[in-house]
Each structure stands twice: as structure tokens, then as C-alpha cells.
């Protein structure tokens, strides 16, 4: 305290001190600051009433009949109605992505990252990843019929969930190799010199060190590609998806009939939602609800583990 | 565990007779019938990342089971020079090299030459310590599991472990992360691990920059121990370093080159190590030796 | 017998010796092999997708009465295809997208960026991405169902359910994470010191945050502009569900009517009945859309790639 009494000057440190303290009241910096913030909790609210509309809104199906639903087939009354189709086609959906998309995708990405020369082609390949990932899906579904369903008919059986099921794979592929990329860009080079210091050939390095390093990374694009592909519908509309009402009913894992026309959850949703009987708009909700379930369920944990190994490794 | 051998004419070629240049060619005093046999024989390597030289003309001798440094300032193309010598620089894309570096008489750059199996042979030790995220067993059996040796693995961890003097403090966590470990430890690890794929040169990059000066003290033990089993080139940035543990030394500068505003590493001498530090031919070394520069 | 014999290749070393065991090496050149032609399966999923566009727009371009593609509606099945119907209706959907997702979604990404503490981030950024995986579908049905009649129809009774509005603002819903997250990036790529400049001369953080970080970022966030852009006029199921029109549509400027996009088009021609009945050139229209929808998407993303990577040079 002894020095605070000013030294020469007139200035009382009282005066100082309110100077330095200066204006209290910085009105637009709290109107920005409170206008930011909802804005970004925009998008939680949204999340929120979205979540709770749509439980409600189908909450009586589950109430009382959730196996039924669970196991009906596609009918004229809505209370016979249920999702067995098409949970069969989500599912042997998710069965193409995983076989034709994941090793595809790691595999492009291990190239460009570990293995790929600077040159043109690498270029050229890496661009058109990038445009890829930016095409419309429904384009994808252009690809997906003039491809699988009308030239390759005679291997996928034409309008089937084979045809439908690489369409999406190839649909996520580019977002499959970008995420994969980054998450092997981010592995040390140590690791890699390491290796290749101790004599082991480029596929050794990137086997027992790149990979397993950059294995959770990879896993959280690989899980959110999954999780958009299930939720895709415009590509199977135009593969030749069922939009209406699909009379056969195949058991889940039916192999033989994967070449028979087929549908999926979010075709079903889109069928129903277009519907103009009250009854069908609650198993819409409904039928919404098993999408995501499993979709957010897919992304949460893909984003929840991403973060954990995140702050793990700093 | 044996390796085939090749049974051409043996050209007993000694580190003394390699080279003609004088400046260049081993002091004479007392070598004689102790010259050691040449491992590696550099002429005139000059060394491009893309447009760029690094380092130009470096002729060099390194005799068998002794300790080579490598010194001077920074950006003088040490660590582009010694990673030459297990062809790491395959690895950089832009870099190119001119000139033979020849391994036993034989050129490893040549065509047929598989830098896998030149890495496998001669060993290097990173600056900073880098074991693999994996328990110390796995770091050490990685080497070996890779090149396919075959054998009891538990006994050649053991081995390599014993040589690095890292085996007692150690053996009762094998299966413990090796990133657990201390600066120091880890670094013995990095050469344990380097040890165990049985190489013959080692080949170190300022191996104890990140480390205490206990931990530093005793890598230049370990080197002193190995070193009758082992060729060594070790870059360093401490005189005293270059002083206690090399038997020759090489002493790099970076010159400006007059067109571009870039530098290029050069040798400036080349010698055994006591008559570098106490009698040098050059005074750019006797500059950098006694710390008047760089 | 696994011991350390430290043998010394003395002199006799061969070339041969160096050659490394030929197993492994030739399985490095499969692995290879088979990486590559990973990597190039992208290349033919390019070749694919033009192929498949090209041929039946060709057909349609070379035989359609071109005073019906410049005309009064797109009705597929009645030979009408004026496809300015479907510009104008593409085009409003997504005006009414970015106008809200834009300053939600940039707001946002500053606050993300400049704001927020890490607390905050750790548990907001992940709800946000949550949100960006909600599937299209989901958004179309919930624009419908409660966008249309508990917001829009409240200020406008007479509005009906479907309307190119209530497919706006669904589309925005699902682009709203991408612009956030794009101009996020796009400001914590701005230098500290270029913030710390600001401060060191006394500026308030508003002032900091919109005369320095924000022109400074402004690459970026044309580049979320952009890519939002072309997001949301390839968007189908939100525009096929809550828009209405899918039969086909007269020429409609009105957000708040019920109107065509590109996308929703396509799917209806594709949703229709098997086989497509009515004019010849019904099924060929759909290709013609598009390759339209193709060019327009992959011309904005090469835009946006320009600016993204002017961000990067910079910084
Ligand atoms: N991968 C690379 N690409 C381009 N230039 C490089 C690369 N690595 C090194 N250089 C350049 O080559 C020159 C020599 O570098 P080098 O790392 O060999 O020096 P050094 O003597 O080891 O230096 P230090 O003592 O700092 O480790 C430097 O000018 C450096 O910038
Ligand atoms: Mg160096």
C-alpha cells in the first residue's frame, strides 16, 4: 500500500484505478456475446424438440404393440403395419458398406498417405476424392441404376438390395477415405521411422504401427459413414426401393433373396410420411424413432470415442 | 541364428588405404598394423533435396568396431549425411544422392539393393527417444519378428536388454508400456531395440539431445561397452560428447553458396579424434572445437 | 537357436546379401498392388457416375422439343420440362435455407471459435455433430409435421403444409453443423498474434472479433457459404417430404406455396410407378436433371476447394 500514493503526478490512484477499470457496461459486446450463444444453442433446442416430437409421436406404437411392429410386414391398415422389410434391408444395407466401403476406403486412404508418389495421378485421385465427397447422393442413385441395376443386372438381380446396398457403399466411400486419411496423417513420424530404422518394409510400418495408431480415428469415420448410409433414402429411391407397399418378406438372413426388390427404413418413412391417414403419421414417428436409435446411437459413440482418444493423446 | 554369407575374394581393405586424398587420409602417426577394416567407403557424396544440395563432395572412411562423430553447427547436413548410410532418405521423396557410399565393398546404392535389408544391417538411434507404443517386450521383439529370426525370443530380449544395461531395470515389467519408462530408459530401449535385429553398424542422431546429463552419461557408457562388437556413427552436438567417446571424427561446416542465399554442408576434416581436438589442420575446426564459432 | 552373434560381415559381403528376402518384398509389391487399385476405384466411380448420366441425357437432349424445356411447368408424364420451374424451386429452397442456417450457423462457428470456454466446447460441439447425422428423412417428416403447422402456419394460416418454406428451413436444420463447423475451422486458423495485436491496442473483444478475425477468415467462411450451398441444393428427401408438388409443378415463385426442386423431381419420377408411363422422354428427364444437378454441385465445390485452399496458403 505504501506505494500507491502517486510519485509526482497529480493523479490520485483512486482516478487510476477507474480508468483502468473503464466502462462497466459493455452493452453491444453482451448483446454479440448473448446473440452468439443462441445461436448455438440453436441447434440443441432444434436437436431437442425434434427428439421429443417424434417420441411422442410414437410413443403409443411402442406402448402397445412394439414387437408387432417390430416383426409386421408393410400393410393397407396401420395398425397391422411394421418395419420387418425393412429393417432387412437396413440392416443387409449396412452389411454392403461394411464389406465394399471400409476396406475400399482404408485401403485408398493407407495408398495416399503411405505410399503414394507426388505426382499427378496422386493429385488427380485426391481432387477427385474431394469432388466426390461433394456430389449430391441422389446422383449416386443415378450411378447405382444405370450401373447395378440396369448394366450389372444380371449379378445384382436388377431393383435388389444388392444393387442398393453398393450404391450407398460407394456413396460413402470418399468420406470413408477422407476420414481415414486424416486420422493416419496424424500419426508421429517417429513410429514410422522407428520402424523403417529396424528394417521393416513399408507394409510392416504401416501394419503393426500406422494402423493400430490411427485404428480409433479410422473407426470414428468408418462408424459415422455407417451411420449415414443407413439414414440414406433419395439413392434407394432411385435404385429401385420399394415406395410403397413390399408384399414379400424374406427372413433377415435370407441370402438367396438379396436379389428380390426391396425397401428400407427410411424408404418406409418416406412412404408413410406421404400417406394422408392420421394413424400412419404415428408409425412414421415410430418408424423414425428405430432410424434414430440406431443412427445417433451409431454417431454418439463414434464422436464420444473420437473426443476419449483425443484428449488421451493430447 | 546365421546369415548367408557371400565367399567372394576377400579385399581386406583398410580405413588407412582408402583414401587419397591428403587431407583426408588417416593421421599416420601409430596406425600402421592397427587400422581397422573398412566398413564404409564415401566418395565424393553429394546429397539434393530437389533443387536444393545439402551437402557436396563428402569423402569419408569408417573402420570397423570404432566410434565416428560427427560434428558441427547446425544445418550442416549431419543428419542428411549419416542417413545416407541406411538409405532413410529412400524415404524423403525430394532427396537424391550423387556419388558411392559402399558397404564392404559393396555400392549401397546400386541397383538389386534393398534399403529393407540395408536398415536391417545397419541400425539407427533417433534423436528423440521413440519406443512404439507397445509393452518393452514388444518394442525389443519387434525387430526380430518383422526380419522373421527365428528362435527362443524371450532369450534374445533378454540379450538385447543385457547389452543396452537396461535388462535389470526392467526385467520385472516387460509387458509394462514402454512409454512408462524414463527419458533415459527409453533411449537405452531405442538401442536395445536397434541391437536385437543384430545389426553391425549403429548408426545414432544426436541420441542423447533429450536427455539428462546422468541418462547422457550413461549412453556413453553403453557405447564404449558395444563398441567392440559394433561399428558406430554418432552424431553430436557436444564437443566433450564427440571427445570422450569417438575415435575419429568428422567435422562438417556449412558453407554460403555466392548465387543462391542457400548453404551447403561441406567436410572439413576428417581425423582421429585426439588430433582433432588438440591438433587440427584446419582452423575453421580449431574454431569450432575450441567454441569460437557456431 | 536365437543368440546375439554379432556376425560381422567382414569383407565378402555381397550384393546378394543386401537383396532382402524375396518373400516379403514381393508382398510388398501386392500390398501395393492392391492399395493403389483402392485408390483408384475413386477414379472409376468418377468415370461411372458421367458415364451413367451421359448416354440418356444425350437422348434426351438430342430429341426433346426444346420449346418444352422452356416452358410453363415440369409435368414429366405430359411431356412438360421446363426446367426453369426446377431452378427457381431449387433456388428458393435453398435461399431459405442459407438465410437461416448462414447466420445460426456462422454465429455459432464464432462463438465455438472466439467464446466459448473449453467446458463449454467439449459439450456443445458434440451435440452439434450429433445433430449433422440426423438423417434427412428424419428432418423432411419433423418440416412437415411440426415445422409447417407450430411455426410457419402460425404466422399464416392460409399457408399450406407443404410449402417450399417449411423444406427451407428443414434443409437448414441439416446444413446449419456444416457451416458451423467449417467457419470454426476457418477462424481458429487466424494467427493468435493477430489477435493479440488487436488487444495490445485496446480493443473491446466485438471490436476484435469483427475487424480482425472475422476479414481474416473471410476465405473460409465463403468457402462455408459455398459448400453449404451445394449441400443444400442437392438435398432430396427434406424438399420430396415437405415441399409437396411431386407430380409436377407449374412455375412457382412463392416460398410459401408448394414447389419442385431438381432433387425432389428426380425421386418422384423414380418413385412413380414402375414402369414410367406417359411421353417417351419421361425416364430420360431425370438423367437430363441430373447431370444439370451434377454440374452445377461440382462447379461449387471447386469454388469452395479454391477458397479453402487460399486459407490454407495463407496461414
Ligand atoms: N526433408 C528435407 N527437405 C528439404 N530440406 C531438408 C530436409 N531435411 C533437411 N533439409 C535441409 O538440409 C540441410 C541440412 O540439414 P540436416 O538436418 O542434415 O542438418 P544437421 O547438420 O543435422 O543440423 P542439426 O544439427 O540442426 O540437426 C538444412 O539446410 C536443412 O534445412
Ligand atoms: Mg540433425
Known amino acids: ?314 | 541364428m546365421s546369415r548367408p554369407r557371400g565367399t567372394t575374394v576377400p579385399t581386406h581393405e583398410t580405413v588407412a588405404a582408402v583414401s587419397t586424398r591428403p587431407d583426408l587420409r588417416r593421421g599416420d602417426e601409430g596406425e600402421g598394423a592397427g587400422s581397422k577394416p573398412l566398413v564404409f567407403g564415401v566418395e565424393d557424396v553429394s546429397v539434393y533435396y530437389g533443387g536444393f544440395r545439402a551437402v557436396r563432395n563428402v569423402d569419408l572412411a569408417i573402420g570397423q568396431q570404432e566410434i565416428t562423430a560427427f560434428i558441427g553447427p547446425s544445418g550442416c547436413g549431419k543428419t542428411t549425411m549419416l542417413r545416407c548410410f541406411n538409405r532413410m532418405n529412400d524415404l524423403i521423396p525430394s532427396a537424391r544422392i550423387e556419388g558411392t557410399i559402399s558397404y564392404h565393398g559393396v555400392n549401397l546404392y546400386e541397383d538389386g539393393v534393398n534399403p529393407v535389408e540395408v536398415r536391417r544391417r545397419i541400425g539407427m538411434v533417433f534423436q528423440k527417444p521413440n519406443p512404439f507404443p507397445k509393452s518393452i517386450y514388444d518394442n525389443i521383439a519387434y525387430g526380430p519378428r518383422i526380419a522373421r529370426l527365428d528362435g527362443d525370443m524371450d532369450e534374445l530380449v533378454e540379450q538385447a536388454l543385457r547389452r543396452a544395461a537396461l535388462w535389470d531395470e526392467v526385467k520385472d515389467r516387460l509387458k509394462d508400456l514402454a512409454m512408462g519408462l524414463s527419458g533415459g530408459q527409453q533411449q537405452r530401449l531405442c538401442i536395445a531395440r536397434a541391437l536385437a535385429v543384430d545389426p553391425e553398424v549403429i548408426l545414432m542422431d544426436e541420441p542423447c539431445s533429450a536427455l539428462d546429463p546422468i541418462a547422457t552419461g550413461r549412453i556413453e557408457d553403453l557405447m564404449e561397452e558395444i563398441k567392440s562388437s559394433y561399428t558406430i556413427i554418432i552424431v553430436t552436438h557436444n564437443m566433450q560428447q564427440a571427445a570422450r567417446v569417438s575415435d575419429r571424427c568428422a567435422f562438417f561446416t556449412a558453407e554460403v553458396n555466392e548465387t543462391s542465399d542457400t548453404r551447403t554442408g561441406i567436410l572439413v576434416e576428417f581425423d582421429r579424434t585426439e588430433k582433432m581436438f588438440s591438433n587440427p589442420a584446419d582452423e575453421r575446426t580449431e574454431n569450432y572445437v575450441t567454441g569460437r564459432f557456431g | 537357436m536365437a543368440q546375439l552373434i554379432t556376425s560381422q560381415p567382414g569383407p565378402g559381403l555381397t550384393s546378394a546379401d543386401l537383396r532382402g528376402d524375396p518373400r516379403r518384398m514381393r508382398k510388398e509389391t501386392v500390398v501395393r498392388g492392391l492399395l493403389f487399385a483402392a485408390a483408384a476405384t475413386s477414379i472409376i466411380i468418377s468415370g461411372l457416375i458421367v458415364y451413367s448420366l451421359v448416354r440418356e441425357t444425350w437422348t434426351f437432349v438430342s430429341q426433346v422439343d426444346w420449346a418444352l424445356v422452356w416452358g410453363d411447368g415440369w409435368f414429366p408424364r405430359r411431356g412438360q420440362y421446363d426446367i426453369k420451374t426446377l431452378l427457381v424451386g431449387s433456388l428458393i429452397v435453398t435461399v431459405v435455407g442459407l438465410a437461416v442456417a448462414g447466420p445460426i450457423g456462422l454465429g455459432a462457428g464464432i462463438y465455438l471459435s472466439e467464446y466459448a470456454s473449453a467446458r463449454v466446447r467439449k459439450v456443445i460441439k458434440p451435440t452439434i455433430e450429433v445433430l449433422a447425422g440426423v438423417p434427412s428423412v428424419v428432418v423432411g417428416f419433423f418440416a412437415l409435421t411440426f415445422i409447417s403447422p407450430e411455426i410457419i402456419q402460425r404466422f399464416r394460416e392460409a399457408t399450406p403444409q407443404q410449402t417450399m418454406a417449411a423444406a427451407g428451413i428443414g434443409v437448414a436444420i441439416l446444413i446449419i453443423p456444416l457451416v458451423a463447423s467449417i467457419s470454426e475451422d476457418a477462424m481458429r486458423s487466424v494467427p493468435r498474434s493477430l489477435r493479440e495485436a488487436s488487444y495490445g491496442l485496446g480493443a473491446r473483444k466485438v471490436t476484435t472479433v469483427g475487424k480482425v478475425v472475422l476479414p481474416a477468415a473471410v476465405s473460409g467462411l465463403v468457402a462455408a457459404f459455398i459448400v453449404a450451398f451445394s449441400r443444400a441444393i442437392g438435398e432430396t428427401m427434406v424438399v420430396f417430404i415437405a415441399a409437396g408438388k411431386s407430380g409436377g409443378s407449374l412455375f412457382e415463385t412463392n416460398p410459401l406455396e408448394p414447389g419442385l426442386t431438381m432433387t425432389a423431381a428426380m425421386a418422384s419420377i423414380a418413385s412413380g410407378t414402375d414402369s414410367v408411363v406417359g411421353e417417351a422422354l419421361t425416364f430420360q428427364s431425370l438423367f437430363f436433371v441430373g447431370a444439370i444437378l451434377f454440374v452445377i454441385t461440382l462447379a461449387l465445390n471447386i469454388v469452395a476447394d479454391r477458397f479453402v485452399r487460399r486459407v490454407r496458403e495463407r496461414y
Do not use: C
Not at chain 1, 11 to 17: F, K, L, N, Q, T
Not at chain 1, 50 to 55: I, R, W
Not at chain 1, 165 to 192: H, N, Q, S, W, Y
Not at chain 1, 255 to 282: C, H
Open chain 1, 1 to 314: 500500500m505504501s506505494i500507491s500514493a502517486p510519485l509526482s503526478s497529480g493523479i490520485s490512484a483512486e482516478a487510476v484505478r477507474r480508468r483502468l477499470h473503464g466502462q462497466r457496461f459493455d452493452l453491444p459486446g453482451i448483446v454479440v456475446h448473448v446473440a452468439l450463444l443462441l445461436s448455438l444453442l440453436f441447434s440443441l433446442v432444434v436437436l431437442g424438440v425434434l427428439v421429443y416430437d417424434l417420441v411422442s409421436g410414437g410413443w403409443d406404437v411402442f406402448a402397445s404393440r412394439f414387437a408387432s411392429f417390430l416383426s409386421g410386414t408393410m400393410r393397407f391398415a396401420a395398425s397391422e403395419s411394421g418395419i420387418a422389410q425393412a429393417l432387412r434391408g437396413t440392416l443387409w444395407i449396412g452389411v454392403f458398406v461394411v464389406a465394399l466401403a471400409f476396406p475400399f476406403g482404408i485401403g485408398a486412404a493407407v495408398y495416399l498417405e503411405e505410399y503414394a508418389p507426388d505426382n499427378r495421378l496422386t493429385r488427380v485421385i485426391d481432387i477427385n476424392i474431394r469432388n466426390l465427397a461433394g456430389v449430391p447422393s441422389i446422383v449416386y442413385g443415378i450411378l447405382g441404376f444405370a450401373v447395378f441395376v440396369k448394366t450389372l443386372s444380371g449379378l445384382t438381380g436388377g431393383r435388389s438390395v444388392i444393387a442398393g446396398g453398393i450404391t450407398l457403399a460407394i456413396l460413402v466411400l470418399p468420406v470413408v477415405i477422407i476420414t481415414a486419411a486424416e486420422a493416419i496423417r496424424a500419426v508421429p513420424d517417429d513410429l514410422r521411422q522407428g520402424g523403417y530404422g529396424l528394417g521393416a518394409t513399408r507394409w510392416e510400418v504401416t501394419r503393426t504401427q500406422v494402423l493400430p495408431y490411427a485404428a480409433p480415428g479410422i473407426l470414428t469415420g468408418t462408424v459415422l459413414s455407417l451411420a449415414r448410409a443407413l439414414g440414406e433414402a433419395a439413392p434407394l429411391i432411385l435404385v429401385g426401393a420399394v415406395v410403397g407397399r413390399l408384399g414379400s418378406n424374406p427372413g433377415l438372413f435370407d441370402i438367396g433373396s438379396l436379389d428380390q426388390r426391396f425397401t428400407a427404413l427410411p424408404i418406409v418413412i418416406t412412404y408413410w410420411a406421404g400417406l394422408p391417414q392420421p394413424d400412419f403419421r404415428a408409425l412414421t414417428a415410430a418408424a423414425i424413432v428405430v432410424v434414430l436409435a440406431i443412427v445417433l446411437a451409431a454417431n454418439a459413440a463414434a464422436i464420444l470415442m473420437r473426443n476419449r482418444y483425443e484428449s488421451k493423446r493430447g
